[in-house]
């Protein structure tokens, strides 16, 4: 398969292209740096990609400020104040210092309640956040399961909630167990439907080939949305 890789610039933004053999146009724009990155079938011309991304401009900046904002704190530091996203919602840390069990409230659709012992680490504090995004899917994955079990008619043995660097869920096939990235708990409830459904479909077509893309056009017309969601949103 024969590939192309370029770049051009737009308005002083760097665009990297790769032209290879695929159907659709994919525009994401990338963590940290806020890399914009194209990929194109390979029979669009140049001058045709350059007018898609002047189209784009609007939405690419707007992300490009996004992760300039967010990713400013590369680093989280549980401290007063500090944003954190539940389910695609943006909340406020507040830090509640109590010598009790350490929890997490939401509260009032503006503030992630922090209660934690006095003088916690930094290591603490993330522990007693990440514990509680894993409640949350392990609340909602089971849901999820059953509804596509029903309709994709699979069912699967095992699933579980891990930190994964690079991908949002993978699917061992053979032992017909799915795993789900501990950080779309930062993300809309669709995208875990979405990766759910994906990971699930992957029992009934191993491959990313072409027929498991009409198995997704079929039970999630969106995906693409979502996709792409999930590549550019950051948190
Ligand atoms: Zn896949």
Redesign the pocket.
Known sequence: MSTEQFHFDVSGIRVDVIRKDIRNIHLAVYPPTGRVRLSSPLSIKTESLRLFVISKLGWIKRHIRNMNTQIREPELEYIQGESHWVQGHRYLMNIVEVDAAPKVVLRNKTWMDLYVRPDSSLAKREEVVKEWYRDLLKEQIPGLIAKWEEKLNVSIEDWGVKLMKTKWGS?NIEERRIWLNLELAKKPIHCLDYVVL??ML?LKERH?NTR?YELLDTFYPAWRNVREELNEVVY
């Open positions: 699917c994906h990971e992957h990313h498991f």
